[in-house]
């Protein structure tokens, strides 16, 4: 018999025989009933606690406040996807700025060296987000692969205010998580960190040294 | 003056109680753990502050017990939903066969280099040895881990594997071992390993990772880091190779989120970890990054005679939080490379002995005060001190006799000592007159008992036995009654 089948066969001959399953009441993780200013409240309130940034803009505006947070941090590379909304209109809206922007919808094997020391940012949209944790909700695509939010030193990623739920219990019921996992589901939580140095938490360890979440509100806030 | 330059110890569970005295001996071992447990539990508390965490405890519980009622259902379950998902499953009864299936994965690669993200099954089945013994070099990227390695050590705890080592000795040992200046600035020797690191994620021909959770019902393997390292493992190296207990299981995706939540908050006291990275399978046709080939290995030792018995099933609960090394003051004093096994603390206490007998771990199920901590602080319930007098029983022989090594503890002195007590004490004629002549004796005690006179003075017995003097203070108020 193989490995499988012995282990199965002494699972399913239980000395003390088969065991009942008790049935699960998931109140204590759903059901929070926030409105969606305290939900953008808490996102902000717990992502900024781990060394995430907030930036607020609108709808209409938020190219140009991506514009303004390269310069900001000098970020002259920005690695992008491109037909996924997010990396269009930022195409667009970069073409005449300057900053040379580098397409992530390439094979790895093709620029991985490019990718780990030539970008100094990864942009990329995001599904949503959790309230209760501060956590990004990404799904990396053909478009923005897994790597652009890992690789380059500076994640800039845009979040919709009106696409953050409660909890991570409400994201994977209300959109149906179970039925379409893709190849791979992400929560991003702040930028890279450890603590394994005496406990003195640092940042950027293997992934990005700083997020940047631009968060577009429905109407203008700034 | 540190660590880094004294000679490697290799730890063993059966020399437990002289590493013990070893550790309880060393100010920098004894400091580095009570600072950095004192901060473990602080944070803990405060970032359960606004939980029903009774409640939340109470579903973590059921959540796992659902999972080990229906556990050869689930595998199957899984093993099917991975594989139309196009992800390949070994199954290994014990760490030397997944060692075995790992090591062909790789050699079917042609693999050199291997980079590694933290697995604690992969350190129980020594497969770091392993690899470099069939000429794969094997390298850890979490940075504790790749601090240990460098060291020449394993993990002291589950969670923060180089939490025995102090700032100084870490910059001594990247000093020593990777060449840059010494340093106190903790970002700077941060940002040298990722430096070192990065490197190697490009040049490793296989990824190794251990799983959080396997689920069941959508064929998904959870990964919670804070570093990146776990998702570099899984998404640079064109092939990824996951190895997990086959307990880690679950049933269904929205099993995950309240496991998830206890144990972060358990592990670090953190309400959530930088990354949550669920896998369900390889590259696919048209994506441009991540594996093209993604292996789980799930492996056995142990754990299915584990599962046989109705009171150690609850070992297999554990979702690797640390907590109740954490909390427990045996830990906190001897730290964890005093346990001399992968598993150290409360939760190594009563996993080891299933794993390697209890001919070489019987010393670890009675490093304990049983002041019941650890059972308090469990993300999922499992009352680790009952589990603990549950070994000590079967060590000597008075359990069901089913745990390895059962009855390695019992001698005839110690057997014969208890059925004479045993007489004594249901024969109250022949238990009052003993008493009373030991009163009587008292003088002869010896000064010296073992262990027990090590740190103590002897007991004294008294003149009188309590028995006597209630019996006196009876007769007495029974005597001012009368007369009054």
């Known amino acids: 018999m193989s490995a499988r089948d012995n282990i199965l066969k002494r699972l399913r001959e239980r000395a003390d025989g088969p065991l009942t399953a008790p049935q699960s009441d998931f109140g204590v993780v759903t059901g929070r009933g926030w409105g969606q200013a305290e939900r953008l409240a808490?996102?902000?309130?717990?992502?900024?606690?781990?060394?995430?940034?907030?930036?607020?803009?609108?709808?209409?505006?938020?190219?140009?406040?991506?514009?303004?947070?390269?310069?900001?941090?000098?970020?002259?590379?920005?690695?992008?996807?491109?037909?996924?909304?997010?990396?269009?209109?930022?195409?667009?809206?970069?073409?005449?700025?300057g900053v040379a922007l580098i397409d992530a919808d390439r094979d790895i094997e093709a620029w991985q060296r490019e990718q780990f020391h030539d970008t100094e940012a990864g942009l990329t949209s995001t599904r949503g987000a959790i309230a209760e944790t501060g956590s990004l909700w990404l799904w990396p695509t053909p478009d923005e692969p897994r790597l652009l939010s890992l690789v380059p030193p500076i994640h800039i990623a845009v979040l919709d205010a009106d696409t953050i739920?409660?909890?991570?219990?409400?994201?994977?019921?209300?959109?149906?998580?179970?039925?379409?996992?893709?190849?791979?589901?992400?929560?991003?939580?702040?930028?890279?960190?450890?603590?394994?140095?005496?406990?003195?938490?640092?940042?950027?360890?293997?992934?990005?040294?700083?997020?940047?979440?631009?968060v577009r509100n429905a109407e203008e806030r700034v | 003056m540190s660590a880094a330059h004294e000679p490697v110890q290799t730890f063993t569970p059966r020399d437990f109680h002289r590493q013990a005295h070893d550790a309880l001996g060393n100010p920098q071992?004894?400091?580095?753990?009570?600072?950095?447990?004192?901060?473990?539990?602080?944070?803990?508390?405060?970032?359960?502050?606004?939980?029903?965490?009774?409640?939340?405890?109470?579903?973590?519980?059921n959540i796992r017990l659902r999972a080990l009622a229906r556990l050869p259902d689930l595998l199957?379950?899984?093993?099917?939903?991975?594989?139309?998902?196009?992800?390949?499953?070994?199954?290994?009864?014990?760490?030397?066969?997944?060692?075995?299936?790992?090591?062909?994965?790789?050699?079917?690669?042609?693999?050199?280099?291997?980079?590694?993200?933290?697995?604690?099954?992969?350190?129980?089945?020594?497969?770091?040895?392993?690899?470099?013994?069939?000429?794969?070099?094997?390298?850890?990227?979490?940075?504790?881990?790749?601090?240990?390695?460098?060291?020449?050590q394993t993990p002291s705890h589950i969670i923060m594997p180089a939490i025995h080592l102090n700032t100084d000795e870490i910059s001594e040992i990247m000093h020593d071992k990777t060449g840059i200046e010494r340093t106190r600035d903790v970002d700077t020797m941060t940002a040298a390993a990722r430096a070192q690191l990065r490197e190697r994620f490009m040049g490793a021909d296989v990824g190794i990772s251990g799983v959080n959770f396997a689920v069941a019902e959508t064929g998904t393997l959870c990964l919670v880091e804070n570093e990146g390292n776990g998702r570099m493992t899984t998404a640079v190296p064109p092939v990824h190779i996951a190895v997990t207990g086959i307990e880690k299981v679950v049933e269904h995706l929205r099993d995950v989120p309240?496991?998830?939540?206890?144990?972060?908050?358990?592990?670090?006291?953190?309400?959530?970890?930088?990354?949550?990275?669920?896998?369900?399978?390889?590259?696919?046709?048209?994506?441009?990054?991540?594996?093209?080939?993604?292996?789980?290995?799930?492996?056995?030792?142990?754990?299915?005679?584990?599962?046989?018995?109705?009171?150690?099933?609850?070992?297999?609960?554990?979702?690797?939080?640390?907590?109740?090394?954490?909390?427990?003051?045996?830990?906190?004093?001897?730290g964890g490379h005093t346990y001399g096994t992968t598993y150290p603390g409360p939760i190594g206490s009563i996993l080891m002995p299933h794993m390697m007998g209890l001919e070489q771990t019987k010393d670890l199920p009675t490093a304990s005060s049983l002041c019941g901590a650890c059972g308090e602080v469990c993300p999922v319930k499992i009352p680790i001190p009952d589990l603990l007098v549950r070994l000590r029983r079967e060590s000597v022989g008075e359990g069901r006799g089913n745990v390895?090594?059962?009855?390695?503890?019992?001698?005839?002195?110690?057997?014969?000592?208890?059925?004479?007590?045993?007489?004594?004490?249901?024969?109250?004629?022949?238990?009052?007159?003993?008493?009373?002549?030991?009163?009587?004796?008292?003088?002869?005690?010896?000064?010296?008992?073992?262990?027990?006179?090590?740190y103590r003075t002897a007991p004294k017995p008294a003149k009188t036995s309590l028995h006597a003097l209630v019996k006196r203070h009876q007769a007495e108020r029974a005597g001012g009654e009368e007369r009054s």
């Open chain 1, 165 to 214: 739920e409660d909890t991570f219990f409400d994201v994977i019921e209300r959109h149906g998580w179970a039925d379409d996992m893709p190849t791979n589901a992400l929560l991003v939580s702040g930028p890279s960190k450890t603590a394994d140095i005496e406990q003195t938490l640092a940042y950027g360890v293997h992934g990005p040294r700083e997020l940047v979440v631009l």
């Open chain 1, 42 to 97: 808490r996102f902000e309130r717990w992502i900024t606690s781990v060394h995430g940034e907030v930036v607020h803009t609108s709808r209409d505006a938020w190219t140009s406040t991506l514009a303004e947070v390269l310069e900001a941090k000098g970020i002259r590379r920005l690695a992008l996807g491109r037909e996924h909304p997010v990396a269009a209109e930022a195409r667009a809206a970069l073409a005449e700025r």
């Open chain 2, 404 to 454: 390895p090594g059962a009855g390695v503890k019992r001698t005839k002195k110690e057997a014969s000592a208890w059925k004479g007590f045993q007489w004594l004490a249901t024969h109250p004629g022949v238990w009052r007159s003993g008493t009373a002549m030991v009163g009587k004796l008292q003088a002869l005690m010896p000064a010296k008992l073992g262990a027990w006179t090590e």
């Open chain 2, 29 to 61: 071992i004894r400091a580095n753990f009570r600072r950095a447990m004192d901060g473990l539990m602080a944070k803990r508390r405060d970032v359960f502050s606004d939980w029903d965490l009774e409640t939340l405890r109470e579903l973590g519980a």
């Open chain 2, 258 to 334: 309240p496991l998830y939540a206890l144990l972060t908050r358990s592990a670090t006291g953190q309400h959530v970890t930088t990354y949550f990275n669920m896998i369900s399978s390889p590259r696919k046709e048209g994506e441009h990054d991540g594996p093209k080939e993604v292996h789980l290995v799930l492996v056995d030792s142990g754990r299915s005679n584990i599962y046989q018995d109705d009171e150690l099933l609850d070992t297999l609960r554990c979702i690797r939080c640390g907590a109740c090394m954490n909390h427990c003051p045996v830990y906190t004093r001897v």
């Open chain 2, 76 to 152: 199957e379950r899984l093993e099917a939903n991975c594989q139309a998902n196009g992800i390949q499953v070994h199954w290994a009864e014990n760490g030397d066969e997944a060692c075995r299936i790992i090591r062909e994965i790789c050699q079917r690669h042609e693999a050199k280099a291997v980079i590694k993200g933290k697995s604690m099954v992969s350190e129980e089945m020594h497969l770091n040895a392993h690899l470099e013994a069939a000429g794969i070099e094997a390298l850890e990227s979490d940075l504790g881990e790749y601090l240990v390695q460098l060291n020449e």
